[in-house]
Nanobody
Framework: QVQLVESGGGLVQPGGSLRLSCAAS????????MGWYRQAPGKQRELVAT???????NYADSVKGRFTISRDNAKATVYLQMNSLKPEDTAVYYC??????????????WGQGTQVTVSS
């Protein structure tokens, strides 16, 4: 019953901004590292950013200075603020989370993805 649901994707012009959200639901005892990945057409899925339970962040070189990852444990939600978007940011964005749940320990869950398209 545990699932991650992304929202906030859409079409935006170059230089614009979007804020993605990913909320976890279900019986969850602990939320560990959460992150965002993306997959463009014809490309393999790549890491965008991660944030640990202690607040440490890590970003792909391609998004440093433009994207910010954050989390709200009370809402079991991870966010990705994307600024100065470029056409090469176009991809399906997936959130993931290392969770301890009723049935599993330290299992990596994935959302279904949300489309981000950057185009004039």
């Amino acid at each position: 019953q545990v699932q991650l649901v992304e929202s906030g994707g859409g079409l935006v012009q170059p230089g614009g901004s979007l804020r993605l959200s990913c909320a976890a639901s279900g019986i969850i005892f602990s939320i560990n590292t959460m992150g965002w990945y993306r997959q463009a057409p014809g490309k393999q899925r790549e890491l965008v950013a991660t944030v640990t339970s202690g607040g440490s962040t890590n970003y792909a070189d391609s998004v440093k200075g433009r994207f910010t990852i954050s989390r709200d444990n009370a809402k079991a939600t991870v966010y990705l603020q994307m600024n100065s978007l470029k056409p090469e940011d176009t991809a399906v964005y997936y959130c993931n989370a290392d969770l301890i749940t009723l049935s599993r320990s330290h299992y990596i869950y994935w959302g279904q993805g949300t489309q981000v398209t950057v185009s004039s």
